[in-house]
Antibody
Framework: QITLEESGPTLVRPTQTLTLTCTFSGFSLSTSGVAVGWIRQPPGKALEWLAH???????RYNPSLKTRLTITKDTSKNQVVLRMTNMDPVDTATYYC?????????????WGQGTLVTVSS | DIQMTQSPSSLYASVGDRVTITCRAG??????LNWYQQKPGKAPKVLIY???NLQNGVPSRFTGSGSGTDFTLTISSLQPEDFATYYC??????????FGQGTKLEIK
């Protein structure tokens, strides 16, 4: 049974760096083909893909946010960490992590419940 | 990056209706197109992957079709639990993935 859970601050000040952790179970990020991604959703708005990381440490970032994002993994802890620098109120959103099924079609099949991050002074 | 244009942005329908939502990609994404359903306060749930493959446990009234740049999600006979927001997601590009802007399906 695959589960994922996001954790991190609920409130971030403008210009600060956001650090979110995705802790997962039911799979290993050392297994070939496995990946974990991050997706966000501002209140009342659409989903936005942010980044994902593969078992071999290959990383992909949203081109429009690439300079602000860093994704890393800790295989021993079953965790993936997303860092986003220079936070702005427009970054207020629910942030989700999700397991990427990369066995053929590449789709996010298991999601965390999401964590709401508010950017405000 | 590949732009995804989803339409309509909102849709009013009744229980029992047949509805269709479309997504158009800015360039060919072959069949790397997924459909998600999201209810308020919940994470998205995958319905269709690879353009036309029904995810395990999803009712057969959901059907996906298309390839290249044009895709559709059809719900053959709306049920009360189907009123939600639907998103497409392209996973073709090695540069990165892109969601559509969403379609809110509401009760008429």
């Amino acid at each position: 049974q695959i589960t994922l859970e996001e954790s991190g601050p609920t409130l971030v000040r403008p210009t600060q760096t956001l650090t979110l952790t995705c802790t997962f179970s039911g799979f290993s990020l050392s297994t070939s083909g496995v990946a974990v991604g991050w997706i966000r959703q501002p209140p009342g708005k659409a989903l936005e893909w942010l980044a994902h990381i593969y078992w071999d440490d290959d990383k992909r970032y949203n081109p429009s946010l690439k300079t602000r994002l860093t994704i890393t993994k800790d295989t021993s802890k079953n965790q993936v960490v997303l860092r986003m620098t220079n936070m702005d109120p427009v970054d207020t959103a629910t942030y989700y992590c999700a397991h990427l099924d990369s066995g053929g079609w590449y789709y996010y099949d298991y999601w965390g419940q999401g964590t709401l991050v508010t950017v405000s002074s | 990056d590949i732009q995804m244009t989803q339409s309509p942005s909102s849709l009013y329908a009744s229980v029992g209706d047949r509805v269709t939502i479309t997504c158009r990609a800015g360039q060919s994404i072959r069949s790397y197109l997924n459909w998600y359903q999201q209810k308020p306060g919940k994470a998205p749930k995958v319905l269709i992957y690879g353009a036309s493959n029904l995810q395990n446990g999803v009712p057969s009234r959901f059907t996906g079709s298309g390839s290249g740049t044009d895709f559709t999600l059809t719900i053959s006979s709306l049920q009360p639990e189907d009123f939600a927001t639907y998103y497409c997601l392209q996973t073709s590009s090695a540069v990165g993935y892109t969601f559509g802007q969403g379609t809110k399906l509401e009760i008429k």
